[in-house]
C-alpha cells in the first residue's frame, strides 16, 4: 500500500505564500518521491487552484479541500460544494477533523453526511477521527473511536474502493501540542481502527489507509510511519515550511 503524506495547512497562507510553498516542495521533491509515497496538501480555499496548478503536470501531488458542505449547491451561504473543491483541483476532502468536532461544533452525524456525499460526489476522502485526553484517561479511547467511525462511516457503500478513503487518526491531545504519541499509543490506536474497518467492510478494511497526525516533525516521522498499520501521516505545523514538509515526506523511505 503506498504511503500518504498529507499537510493541512489549516487556516496559514495567502494565496502567494501557498503557490511559493507549492513551488518549493516540488522543486526539493523533484525527482525523488519515492515509488510508494504521494503527496497531498489540504490548502485553504482560496489557494487550492493555485496549488492545484503547481501540482497539475507532477505525479503522485494531490490537493483536497478542508472542508465543504454536503449539498450540490443551493442557498448556503459561505459554504462550497464538493463540486466547486473539484473544480478547484482538489482530488481529496478531510471530513471530521478536530478543529471542526471541537471548535467549530460538527456533531459524528454531520462528519457522516460529509464523508457520504464527499465520497459520491467523486472525491476521495481523509476521515479524521481521536481522543481527547480526558477520553483517553477514562479508558474511552476504543469507545470514541468506535463511536467517530461507525457514524462517520455509515453512509459510505461498503464496496468502496479502499483507495477513496483514508482515516487519519489524531488524539486531540498531540495536535499542535508538540506531544506526539508514543508508538506504543500509535499502534494499539491504530490496531483498533483496523478491527473496526475490518468489521464495517470485511477485507476491503485491510486495503483503507490509516494516517497519524498530532506534531508529526522531520525528526519523528521516520520512526511513525515504519509502524504497523501507519499507511501515512497528516502534519500540521511542520507542513507549512517546504523543507520541512518535504523531509517529512522522505523520512525512512
Ligand atoms: P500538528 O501537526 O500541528 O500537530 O497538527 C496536526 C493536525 O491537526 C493535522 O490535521
Redesign the pocket.
Known sequence: MNKLMAA?WKMYKIYEEAKDTAEALVKLLDGKLPDGREVLVFPPFTALRGVSKKFKDEKGFWTGGQDFWPEKEGAFTGEISPGMLRDAGAAFALTG???RRHVIGESDELVGRKTAFALASGLSVVL?VGEKIEERRSGALEAVLERQLRAGLADVPREIDPARLAV?Y?PVW????GEVAGPKEILGAHACVRRILLDIFENIGNDIKILY????KPDNCAEIIALDNVDGV??????LAAESFARIVLAGA
Open positions: 493541512n477533523h478536530s478543529e479524521c487519519a489524531e498531540a495536535i499542535g501540542t497526525g498530532g506534531s508529526v497528516l502534519v500540521g505545523g511542520a507542513s
